[in-house]
């Protein structure tokens, strides 16, 4: 080993190092973010304010699923009422999400 790849090495290692700090540092952030969706408004899910809406609506389809018993997942439908409650959104920003849900379900 001559003295020229000493350097060459530490200044890899410290560059990998500093990709490591930062991947686990963004990773940390990210996985701490909590919602709670009965404080959500209509306008805060149909603008990204609080999350990307489609992870919402599937939050939110296996939330009333599970309360009605349902453990079957139709993802065309799932898109087609995650689409439905963003348009509903839009067009009543005040509202909260749970009762646009609750709108929304009624037969």
């Known amino acids: 080993m001559n003295e020229h790849s000493q350097p060459k090495r530490i200044a890899g290692k410290g560059l990998a190092l500093s990709v490591a700090l930062a991947a686990f540092a963004s990773t940390a952030a990210s996985a701490q973010v909590t919602i709670d969706v009965a404080k959500v408004s209509c306008n805060q899910f149909a603008l990204y304010k609080v999350s990307?809406?489609?992870t919402i609506a599937v939050w939110l389809h296996g939330y009333y699923s599970g309360k009605r018993g349902?453990?079957?997942?139709?993802?065309g439908q799932l898109k087609a009422n995650a689409?439905?409650?963003?348009d509903y959104c839009l067009q009543n920003p005040d509202t909260n999400l749970l009762q646009a849900v609750e709108e929304?379900?009624?037969?």
């Open 52 to 54: 990307d809406p489609d």
């Open 70 to 75: 349902n453990t079957v997942v139709d993802g």
């Open 83 to 86: 689409k439905k409650l963003r």
């Open 104 to 107: 929304l379900m009624k037969p």
